[in-house]
């Protein structure tokens, strides 16, 4: 097979799963349905991905690849930039990365069988969310250490509450559509990231707060 089909083939299970993921739901996007969509034989999904799993691991890789190379390479950046700049990039490419995955986390929590696989395919390839959080939180343990992040801050605590609120609002758009839109997800992620930079407690009260 020349390369160019293959690659061409690939492609064509690639986008056929992610619509009927999208059309579906994960559980009725079975490796059957995804050969019928894509013109192959189911077969051939198994010539370039070992699992649906990691059929699913491409999908996000592929159309996430900036986010996620951002992602990754967030603790080499420590020193760069400014903090608050640094976290807004993260936040507005995760509000995109977010949206585009909630189908596949929503139908995975829904199906305990597939969400046990899940959590198998996260542990053996070392990938999943706890790779995002250990990444943004070893970025903000090394500007503490340079003086650019608060001594009092937990960086794990602080990366989850960065994802954390990305998802939230992710999820809450795809709950209730466009109206739970708050703004830009530039302005979002700016008012966002200020709040977990400054906090919601008064400077007078830190002042004299325990560490």
Do not use: W
Request: charged share 30%.
């Amino acid at each position: 097979m020349a390369t160019d089909e293959i690659i061409g083939t690939r492609d064509h299970i690639l986008a056929a799963a992610q619509e009927l993921i999208r059309d579906r739901g994960l559980k009725g996007a079975t490796t059957r349905a995804i050969a019928e969509r894509a013109g192959c034989a189911e077969g051939s999904i198994y010539r370039y991905f070992p699992d649906k799993h990691a059929l699913i691991h491409e999908i996000v890789r592929a159309s996430f690849p900036e986010f996620l190379a951002l992602v990754e390479t967030l603790p080499d950046r420590a020193g760069t930039g400014t903090v608050r700049r640094n976290l807004e990039q993260i936040a507005v490419g995760a509000l995109g990365f977010y949206r585009l995955i909630l189908p596949i986390v929503f139908g995975a929590m829904a199906d305990r069988e597939l969400l046990e696989e899940q959590r198998r395919h996260f542990a053996e390839r070392k990938v999943g969310p706890m790779k995002f959080i250990g990444s943004i939180a070893a970025y903000l343990a090394s500007e503490r250490r340079l003086g650019r992040v608060s001594d009092r801050a937990a960086p794990e605590h602080a990366a989850r509450l960065l994802l954390g609120a990305c998802f939230s609002q992710a999820s809450i758009e795809a709950l209730l559509g466009d109206e739970a839109r708050t703004a830009s997800d530039e302005q979002f992620a700016r008012d966002m990231v200020r709040t977990l930079m400054e906090g919601v407690e008064p400077r007078e009260l830190r002042k004299g707060a325990v560490k």
